[in-house]
C-alpha cells in the first residue's frame, strides 16, 4: 500500500486539501494526526474527512513537536495495517502539493531501488530541496549569529549547501539529505533506523533521519523528472527568538549525538548563544 502521514498544527484548512489531494494523486490511505492543535483543527478534520473509508483521524493531547508527532503516526500506522516491505509511506507537510505522476515516479523508483531510504521529486521554485550532510565546522560556525550574517552578505553563504539540478540530466541523483516537506521511504526501512529522532522538538529531523538511514547502508534519491509543488507554510506561528532557540537546541543535539563533539565545542557552542543574546539584548525573550 501507499501511505501518506500529515501531521497538522492549527492549520486544518490546508491539512483537508492536501488530503484530498494525496487521495486524487493515488494513495490508498491517509493518516492524519493533529498535533495538539491549540484551535478547531480536529473537529474540523473529523467533520471535513471523517467520513472517507481511506482517511483516519487522530490527535494527540499535547504538541509533540515535528519528529514525536510524526512518529505517533507512523506508530498508529504499524498497528493499523502492519509492518510490510510493500507498504510505501509518503510523509507530506499539509502545504506540500504533489501529483498523481509524482506519486507514480517515486513508488516505481522505490521498488526497483532496494537501497533506497528517503526519495522525493524537485521542488518548484526551491534549489534547496536536498543538501550535503551537516558538518562539525558548519554547525559550530554557523550557530553564531554574527557569522551566519556576514556569510550570507558577503557571499549568499548559508549554513546548508545545496545540490545543483539545473541541467541535470539523469533522471535521480544520490543526496545526503531531502527535505521533510514531502518525502516517500519503505515502511520496513523507517522501522528499521527507529523513525525520527525523537530528541529534537522542531528543525534538523531530515538531518538527523539521514545520519541514521546512512549508518544503516541506505541512500537517499532526488529525482530530477518531476516537481511538486510546495505553498508555504501555514502552521508555524513561532516568535523569531523562539524559533532561533529550536534551532540552537536541535543543532546542538547533532553535533553531540551524530557529530561527535566534544565537551570544549559544546561549551563554546553554548558560550557563542550566551555571548550573542547579551550582546543582542534578547537574552529573556521568548
Known amino acids: 500500500m501507499k501511505i501518506g502521514l500529515i501531521l497538522n498544527y492549527r492549520n486544518y484548512r490546508q491539512t483537508i486539501a492536501c488530503c484530498r489531494n494525496l487521495i486524487k494523486a493515488g494513495l490508498d490511505r491517509i493518516v492524519v494526526v493533529d498535533n495538539g492543535s491549540p484551535n478547531e483543527s480536529l473537529a474540523k ?17 499535547a504538541n509533540l513537536g515535528y519528529a514525536r508527532g510524526n512518529n505517533f503516526g507512523l506508530q498508529a500506522i504499524e498497528k493499523k495495517f502492519g509492518l510490510a516491505d510493500d507498504h510505501l509511506l509518503y510523509i507530506v507537510n499539509p502545504d506540500s502539493v ?16 532496494p537501497d533506497a531510504g528517503t526519495m522525493t521529486v524537485i521542488q518548484e521554485g526551491n534549489p534547496k530541496m536536498a543538501w550535503h550532510n551537516l558538518t562539525k565546522t558548519r554547525a559550530m560556525l554557523y550557530n553564531s549569529r554574527i557569522f551566519s550574517k556576514l556569510a550570507y552578505r558577503l557571499g549568499h553563504h548559508e549554513e546548508v549547501v ?29 522501522a ?16 538527523a533521519l539521514s545520519f541514521k538511514l546512512q549508518a544503516q547502508g ?14 508555504g507554510q501555514g502552521s508555524t506561528h513561532l516568535a523569531t527568538r523562539a524559533m532561533l532557540g529550536y534551532y540552537q537546541q536541535s543543532r546542538r543535539y547533532l553535533l553531540k549525538q551524530y557529530l ?17 543574546d547579551i550582546l543582542a539584548g534578547d537574552r529573556s525573550k521568548t
Open 162 to 190: 545545496p545540490y545543483h539540478v539545473a541541467g541535470q540530466r539523469t533522471a535521480s541523483i544520490k543526496v545526503d539529505v531531502n527535505s521533510g516537506a514531502f518525502f516517500a521511504i519503505r515502511q520496513t526501512v523507517m
Open 192 to 207: 528499521k533506523v527507529g523513525y525520527f529522532d525523537t530528541a529534537t522538538f522542531l528543525y534538523y529531523e531530515e538531518q
Open 98 to 113: 504533489p501529483d498523481a505522476t509524482v506519486i507514480k515516479q517515486i513508488s516505481a523508483f522505490c521498488w526497483s531501488h
Open 218 to 231: 541506505f541512500q537517499n534519491y532526488l529525482l530530477t523528472t518531476s516537481t511538486y509543488r510546495h505553498e
Open 45 to 61: 478534520l473529523k467533520s471535513s474527512l471523517g467520513n472517507d473509508a481511506k482517511v483516519s483521524i487522530l490527535g494527540t493531547k
Open 260 to 276: 561527535h563533539a566534544g565537551p570544549l565545542a559544546l561549551r563554546f557552542y553554548d558560550w557563542t548563544i550566551k555571548l550573542e
